[in-house]
């Protein structure tokens, strides 16, 4: 059923980045921070994308994955070759802006300015994980609920029942960690379903729980958090980033588009 959904942001005031057909916000992180706080009320019922090299390649490949993405009220360049491209293009304060580091910005800022959020995705043991450490790093903070969605289909009453939970607990801010590209396709079918901003962080679930670790900082500069994962789950991961990081920079990189 399409949504109804209208707007309360205007997108094209926004600037942005085609990359692999995918509209990429020209921003970093302290834009990104100042345009939430700004405007949180005029976010809620919409939802933001965080794009890395896999997603982007995957909306190229998949014409209705990509309008997902376009839908978003933003589609954040998480991937680092994503602001270089995008810096190349000429987008000079383009910057990498992951979805991890956007989330703990966020509930540092909740904690202070009493936001509250709902994390939905992955599994009880990891939400219960994400909730002790979140209240030990950020006393004071705002955990309005928590959900882990079945590992199937839902059925609409159990949907339905879900978004009025959701509803009667009001969160400024849904974490979806359901994964590329499921936590998109899911963000897209409850916009203007759901009263708060929804943001699909994927592994930020796991890095918080402490599932996985995430790569050192001089890393994540350079653009070589993939390979840290990749260390940590090579049976996972190898054939996806093989197949995609190939792509990406045969397509974006070489051929411009």
């Not at 359901?178 to 962080?201: D, I, T």
């Not at 994962?229 to 792509?247: A, D, G, V």
Request: hydrophobic share 40%; proline share 5%; with cysteine.
């Amino acid at each position: 059923m399409p949504s109804t959904y209208k707007r309360k942001i205007d997108k094209s005031k926004i600037l942005t980045c085609k990359i692999l057909g995918v509209d990429i916000a020209a921003i970093n992180m302290s834009w990104l921070l100042k345009f939430t706080e700004k405007n949180i009320e005029k976010l809620k019922g919409d939802y933001m994308t965080v794009v890395n090299v896999y997603s982007c390649v995957s909306a190229y490949e998949n014409p209705d994955y990509c309008k997902v993405q376009n839908n978003a009220v933003l589609a954040i360049p998480d991937g680092g070759p994503l602001s270089a491209v995008g810096r190349m293009r000429g987008y000079k304060k383009m910057e990498r802006t992951t979805g991890p580091s956007y989330m703990e910005e966020v509930l540092k800022m909740s904690a202070e300015k009493g936001y509250s959020s709902f994390f939905y995705g992955s599994t009880e043991e990891t939400l219960e994980k994400i909730r002790q450490k979140l209240l030990d790093t950020y006393p004071g903070l705002n955990i309005a609920g928590m959900y882990s969605p079945p590992f199937r289909p839902m059925t609409e009453e159990e949907d339905r029942l879900i978004v009025e939970r959701i509803n009667e607990l009001q969160p400024d801010f849904i974490w979806i960690g359901l994964g590329a590209p499921k936590q998109e396709n899911w963000m897209a079918e409850h916009q203007g379903r759901v009263n708060g901003f929804m943001v699909g962080v994927g592994a930020a679930f796991d890095y918080v729980a402490g599932n996985i670790m995430r790569a050192p900082e001089w890393m994540q500069k350079r653009n070589l958090e993939w390979v840290y994962r990749l260390i940590q789950e090579p049976k996972r991961l190898f054939m996806k980033y093989w197949h995609t990081n190939i792509r990406f920079i045969w397509l974006a990189m070489v051929r411009g588009k």
